[in-house]
């Protein structure tokens, strides 16, 4: 086997294994197979007579990949439901690969992914996802050991949710959740048990503002969104248990939350991009 083959035929053996690195890099399988190619087209007309590890090579290959792909949605960033592909017309097969994809990555973690800058999700993803050392990865983003050290701290804290929130963050949580299975399972008592009386939803995801008032609208408009909730799922909002709509990881609608005691009092419902880009959002 000549030298050019016996390139293709190793990079064949990491292909899977780059694929998960952009995939949680990119937190789209189509972007990620994309950039796997082009890596693959950058491998192909270099010279790797020095290299002496061609997988971790390769994976910064990726890498600077991605992160230019990254840079590239940050600058035209198009955050409305039409960038979220919920309908692209894709295979069937595709659209299932990459559920379970999302699934075993975790689609909380991939929300949470989706709102660090771009420097900060290679540091995090290579460091903690792929134990790449931080003299590599400070070679790909051009900085110094020292400051990835502290972009990979940054957007460690920011998955993890930072410090635990107050003693009755628990509680909280648990409250979120009986919402959360009431409305998947259009149980109409369940509602009733979990919003206070006086209960008060604003959303913005219509063509206009929407205002339900009282514990009966706001519980029949949770029902009529059943469907919604079995794509959603729980997560820290500012430091407080919410909800997340995250079509394969790309974060759509934020629900957040009023409490008082044991019952939930107000519900704001935001899919304005504006407002979705000022939210702090944690793994819970």
């Given at each position: 086997?000549?030298?050019?083959?016996?390139?293709?035929?190793?990079?064949?053996?990491?292909?899977?294994?780059?694929?998960?690195?952009?995939?949680?890099?990119?937190?789209?399988?189509?972007?990620?197979?994309?950039?796997?190619?082009?890596?693959?087209?950058?491998?192909?007309?270099?010279?790797?007579?020095?290299?002496?590890?061609?997988?971790?090579?390769?994976?910064?290959?990726?890498?600077?990949?991605?992160?230019?792909?990254?840079?590239?949605?940050?600058?035209?960033?198009?955050?409305?439901?039409?960038?979220?592909?919920?309908?692209?017309?894709?295979?069937?097969?595709?659209?299932?690969?990459?559920?379970?994809?999302?699934?075993?990555?975790?689609?909380?973690?991939?929300?949470?992914?989706?709102?660090?800058?771009?420097?900060?999700?290679?540091?995090?993803?290579?460091?903690?996802?792929?134990?790449?050392?931080?003299?590599?990865?400070?070679?790909?983003?051009?900085?110094?050991?020292?400051?990835?050290?502290?972009?990979?701290?940054?957007?460690?804290?920011?998955?993890?949710?930072?410090?635990?929130?107050?003693?009755?963050?628990?509680?909280?949580?648990?409250?979120?959740?009986?919402?959360?299975?009431?409305?998947?399972?259009?149980?109409?008592?369940?509602?009733?048990?979990?919003?206070?009386?006086?209960?008060?939803?604003?959303?913005?995801?219509?063509?206009?503002?929407?205002?339900?008032?009282?514990?009966?609208?706001?519980?029949?408009?949770?029902?009529?969104?059943?469907?919604?909730?079995?794509?959603?799922?729980?997560?820290?909002?500012?430091?407080?248990?919410?909800?997340?709509?995250?079509?394969?990881?790309?974060?759509?609608?934020?629900?957040?939350?009023?409490?008082?005691?044991?019952?939930?009092?107000?519900?704001d419902v935001i899919s304005a991009p504006?407002?979705?880009?000022?939210?702090?959002?944690?793994?819970?």
């Amino acid at each position: 086997m000549d030298r050019k083959n016996l390139l293709a035929a190793q990079f064949e053996e990491e292909r899977p294994r780059l694929r998960g690195v952009a995939y949680r890099m990119l937190g789209s399988l189509a972007e990620a197979d994309d950039a796997v190619q082009e890596a693959w087209l950058r491998v192909d007309s270099a010279d790797i007579s020095e290299v002496r590890n061609l997988p971790a090579w390769l994976t910064t290959v990726v890498a600077r990949v991605c992160l230019n792909l990254l840079r590239t949605r940050e600058r035209r960033r198009e955050d409305s439901l039409d960038a979220f592909p919920l309908d692209r017309g894709d295979d069937s097969a595709d659209l299932a690969e990459e559920a379970q994809l999302a699934e075993s990555v975790g689609l909380a973690m991939l929300v949470v992914l989706d709102v660090l800058g771009p420097a900060e999700r290679i540091a995090f993803v290579l460091h903690d996802l792929f134990a790449v050392p931080f003299e590599d990865i400070a070679q790909i983003l051009d900085r110094s050991p020292a400051a990835v050290r502290q972009l990979a701290s940054r957007a460690r804290r920011r998955v993890r949710g930072g410090e635990a929130g107050p003693a009755d963050a628990s509680k909280r949580r648990g409250v979120v959740e009986a919402y959360l299975a009431a409305a998947r399972e259009g149980d109409f008592a369940g509602l009733l048990k979990v919003l206070a009386p006086d209960v008060v939803l604003h959303s913005d995801t219509g063509a206009a503002p929407v205002v339900l008032r009282g514990v009966r609208a706001v519980s029949k408009g949770a029902l009529l969104a059943s469907e919604v909730a079995r794509s959603t799922q729980v997560a820290l909002v500012d430091g407080v248990p919410g909800l997340v709509l995250a079509p394969r990881g790309r974060l759509a609608v934020v629900l957040k939350f009023v409490f008082d005691g044991d019952l939930i009092t107000g519900i704001d419902v935001i899919s304005a991009p504006e407002r979705l880009r000022g939210l702090e959002i944690a793994l819970g």
